[in-house]
């Protein structure tokens, strides 16, 4: 079992900066793939950045460039750093755990947590 818990959502403006970071518990968190999707009103479920075990990341075209994910496996928690944010960016963000990066990318996930707002005003 894993429980996840994200943080740093919040209103920025256009090209600001926001860090998010989600705590997981449990022991076995270096076994999983670790990743973030969004969520805005009205669309589905994006796939934004994994990372494997062994902190190869992948991340999705609309953020390669600008969104950072990173892990600390002795510290139990993954981040997703977010630059230049633009209004489309706006969502729920939330952290999840995956067998694998490749399951991530189709937003399958094992464990979610509860989602963080993002906001971008224009």
Request: charged share 20%; glycine share 10%.
């Amino acid at each position: 079992q894993v429980q996840l818990v994200e943080s740093g959502g919040g209103l920025v403006q256009t090209g600001d900066s926001l860090r998010l970071s989600c705590a997981a518990s449990g022991r076995t968190f270096s076994r999983w793939a670790m990743g973030w999707f969004r969520q805005a009103p009205g669309k589905e479920r994006e796939f934004i950045a994994a990372m494997t075990s062994s902190g190869g990341a992948v991340y999705a075209d609309s953020v390669k460039g600008r969104f950072t994910i990173s892990r600390d496996n002795a510290k139990n928690t993954v981040s997703l750093q977010m630059n230049s944010l633009k209004p489309e960016d706006t969502a729920v963000y939330y952290c999840a755990a995956s067998e694998s990066v490749t399951t991530m990318r189709y937003v399958r996930t094992d464990y979610r947590g509860q989602g963080t707002q993002v906001t971008v005003s224009s």
